[in-house]
T-cell receptor, first 110, second 112 residues
Framework: DAGITQSPRYKITETGRQVTLMCHQT?????MFWYRQDLGHGLRLIYYSAAADITDKGEVPDGYVVSRSKTENFPLTLESATRSQTSVYFC?????????FGQGTRLTVV | GNSVTQMEGPVTLSEEAFLTINCTYTATGYPSLFWYVQYPGEGLQLLLKATKADDKGSNKGFEATYRKETTSFHLEKGSVQVSDSAVYFC???????????FGTGTSLTVIP
């Protein structure tokens, strides 16, 4: 199916563990984004990427790492998960002025 | 800087009621403006957009007009349905740069 696929959809992990959230697009959009969604904060930008091997920090990058070796993939890694990183994470891509979102990953850190 | 402020929720309406969700923005230049909708358990979907002043975006009975003089982009629908229950996000994309800026979201519940 065309679009953005995030995996896993749900994840429970323990404090201190490393966890990677995957994002794959079937288009060839240059720009990709990672957001976290929290009650009262809406969507906050974690990292974004303008192209393969080009990434930049957003509003809330601390504790996260990204990579983009291929245009279609943009994984987000929590190096040592903390309870404050419990959230819903959305990956998105951009074409022109429009943003396209994945279905999200609900991450719980216990 | 760029920012979006939208009406706090949650909003609860009866079916067929009139809906307004207020949205104002701060941006330099001429941003594009959007409303995105998020149904339970899903990602955000574009509802409508406007790319220049005085444009009216419309879709599925929802409308919003880009008002540069009041820096607003309020969402309206004349008669809501139960199926409109969702979270609505106002957003902007500046005319320079490639990020999007989102409001905090407004939860709408429509009761029969």
């Amino acid at each position: 199916d065309a679009g953005i696929t995030q995996s896993p959809r749900y994840k429970i992990t323990e404090t201190g563990r490393q966890v990677t959230l995957m994002c794959h697009q079937t288009w060839s959009h240059s720009y990709m984004f990672w957001y976290r969604q929290d009650l009262g904060h809406g969507l906050r930008l974690i990292y974004y990427s303008a192209a393969a091997d080009i990434t930049d920090k957003g509003e809330v990058p601390d504790g996260y790492v990204v990579s983009r070796s291929k245009t279609e993939n943009f994984p987000l890694t929590l190096e040592s998960a903390t309870r404050s990183q419990t959230s819903v994470y959305f990956c998105a891509s951009r074409e022109g002025v429009l943003a396209f979102f994945g279905q999200g990953t609900r991450l719980t850190v216990v | 800087g760029n920012s979006v402020t939208q009406m706090e929720g949650p909003v609860t309406l009866s079916e067929e009621a009139f809906l307004t969700i207020n949205c104002t923005y701060t941006a330099t230049g001429y941003p594009s403006l959007f409303w995105y909708v998020q149904y339970p358990g899903e990602g955000l979907q574009l509802l409508l957009k406007a790319t220049k002043a005085d444009d009216k975006g419309s879709n599925k009975g929802f409308e919003a007009t880009y008002r540069k003089e009041t820096t607003s982009f309020h969402l309206e629908k004349g008669s809501v349905q139960v199926s409109d229950s969702a979270v609505y996000f106002c957003a902007l994309s500046p005319d320079t740069g490639n990020q999007f800026y989102f409001g905090t979201g407004t939860s709408l519940t429509v009761i029969p």
